[in-house]
């Protein structure tokens, strides 16, 4: 059994990952032909985004059919053969289960919409509130109502996104038993990890009006949640102890998160939160431009590292996924620190309390888009806010500039193997532009340079594998006020690691509250062999290091 705390997750984004029948789309076969370089990597599981049957309005997260694959991305013959292939190199397959809404073709909706009564009870069909408007005020999160008007019912559905994502009813029995049986069959394929989208929103709090926000009060971390996360636990995945479960986590809190990852909790196994990753928003408008706040991104991890090891709760750590900018654009330097920033970004990650997960292309140092031209993007939460910021009164080129910050395209663009026309992603035509630094940063050219970030990434997933004080050890956040440096503490059965972080292009001064005597240097991302520990150190820009004594 492989032990999720010393283990590391990568995930693919098969529709970016690589394509291997020259359609222009990335596919599970070409998942499988990139098994070699992921064990390189040396991660143990790969999750998987959606690759269901699906109308892509939401690139996979609407979901048709949870039990056939969408034949853009291959046959289920394709992905029996990736789960054995990656089990022969000691790699596990992780599944996204998209179980809040489903797509409105899927075959439940279809029969709701016709006026079967029993599937209309799958979803959340209600009267408005008077000729002409909504039941409530709620606004989608991906702008707009949260609830759209069907006129033969005379009655409105509720999509949290996308009008053609309408939200399932967990508090129908039917409904739970359902999403049961997809597990379990998926399970019966040699599934061992699952990831759950949105999963914290599935408990509805009662439809009224938010006289104070967009309604996530009303959805966010409901009255069942506990209840419905147990019951799926025991009725599927809790079966086999090998099984590791996520749940993403939307807007939620840390008093939730204990009970959602607590070790005896028969919940789930680890959590994704998000507040970290809202330091470049305006409260919670993510699409404004506003400078990243340093020190409350220190504040928010260090405080969800030491409370969830309080709660025996486990996190999993993490900058990059498909629903995020990359992270050496966002808090790094893309220019004369590239390599030095996005080493110093993994660092901060992977000393931590938690189970990191890597995004494909986060490995290499993949850069944000920087497309120019709304014909460009593919994400329909994009094209909704590039069109929304300009009906608040934004100009055309203010929207762009917020989008090549915040849109999720940013992180889908095709992953850059070598130097071969569109980064040897494809010899199609790529469903999104290829962004165009490929030349300069690619897998092939990274693999051949022993200083490179990938085998930085590399360097420490060995360290988690190797050093227990990493995957076991506690938590102490060192320096919290220092305006430029980034440092905890971790210790582990006499075993004593510090890890520190300059985030910032320019040299520092740092001492170690706790001092470094007898400490040497296990990993460092400037390569210049040791370096002599003292208590006061100076750090060059975006310097890291991981630290290391005994005793």
């Known amino acids: 059994m492989a032990d999720f705390k010393k283990s590391v997750v990568y995930q693919i984004y098969p529709k970016s990952f690589y394509d291997s029948n020259h359609d222009g789309l990335g596919d599970l076969p070409g998942v499988r032909e990139k098994l070699d370089y992921i064990k390189e990597l040396g991660v143990d599981y790969i999750w998987v985004t959606p690759f269901f049957v699906s109308p892509q309005r939401d690139n996979g997260y609407d979901v ?29 397959v992780m599944l996204d289960m998209v179980f809040n809404h489903t797509s409105s073709r899927h075959e ?19 009267k408005g509130k008077a000729q002409g408007k909504a039941p409530t005020n709620w606004e989608s999160k991906f702008g ?46 040699g599934v061992k990890g699952f990831r759950f989208d949105v999963v914290n929103l599935i408990s509805k709090r009662g439809f ?11 959805y966010t971390d409901g009255p069942n949640i506990h209840k419905y996360l147990k019951e799926l636990n025991a009725g599927s995945f809790g079966k086999d102890a090998e099984i590791v479960t996520v749940g993403e ?17 028969g919940e789930l196994s680890m959590v994704f939160s998000f507040h970290h990753l809202k330091v470049d928003f305006m409260g919670n408008e993510k699409w404004v431009l506003v400078p990243a706040d340093f020190m409350k991104l220190k504040k928010i991890l260090f405080d969800w590292q030491e409370k969830m090891e309080e709660h025996n709760a486990w996190n999993a750590v993490f900058w990059c996924n498909h629903d995020q900018p990359r992270v050496v654009s966002r808090f790094g330097s893309e220019g004369k620190y590239w390599k030095e920033s996005a080493k110093m970004l993994a660092t901060v990650i992977h000393g931590m309390r938690g189970t990191p997960y890597i995004y494909q292309g986060e490995e290499i140092g993949m850069t944000n888009a920087g ?3 709304i014909a460009q993007y593919r994400d329909v939460e994009s094209l909704n806010h590039f069109r929304i910021l300009q ?4 100009t055309e080129a203010d929207a762009y500039r917020i989008l090549q910050v915040h849109s999720r395209d940013n992180g889908r663009t095709p992953m850059q193997w070598n130097t071969d026309q569109n980064g040897g992603f494809t010899d199609g035509v790529p469903w999104m532009e290829v962004n165009g630094n490929y030349k300069d940063i690619n897998a092939a050219q990274q693999l051949r340079d022993d200083d490179s970030i990938f085998h930085y990434y590399r360097k420490l997933i060995c360290l988690r594998k190797e050093y227990d004080v990493i995957a076991y050890g506690s938590f102490q956040a060192l320096d919290g006020k220092n305006p430029s ?22 040299e520092v001064d740092w001492e170690c509250p706790t001092g470094l005597s007898g400490y040497r240097c296990l990993l460092g991302n400037y390569q210049d062999g040791e370096r002599e520990m003292e208590d006061k150190i100076r750090l060059r820009p975006y310097e890291a290091m991981i630290l290391y004594k005994e005793g």
């Open 64 to 92: 048709e059919d949870y039990y056939h694959i969408d034949p853009r991305y291959g046959t289920m013959e394709d992905f029996e053969r990736l789960v054995h292939e990656a089990d022969k190199r000691g790699i596990r």
């Open 108 to 126: 439940w909706f279809r029969k709701a919409l016709a006026g079967d009564e029993k599937y209309k009870k799958y979803y959340f069909f209600r």
């Open 144 to 189: 707009g109502s949260a609830w759209e008007y069907v006129p033969e019912m005379d009655e409105y559905y509720l999509h949290l996104f996308d009008v053609s994502q309408p939200d399932l009813n967990w508090d129908n029995e039917e409904v739970r038993e359902e999403l049961r049986k997809v597990i379990r069959f998926w399970m019966e394929k």
């Open 208 to 218: 009224e009006d938010d006289e104070e926000g967009d309604g996530r009060g009303f």
């Open 249 to 265: 986590m939307s807007s939620t809190s840390l008093e939730n998160c204990f009970r959602y990852a607590g070790e005896d909790s």
């Open 371 to 373: 497309f120019h031209d």
């Open 391 to 394: 009906e608040k009164g934004l």
């Open 485 to 506: 440096v980034l440092a905890y503490r971790r210790e582990y059965e006499g075993r004593k690691l510090v890890v520190v972080c300059n985030f910032y292009g320019k």
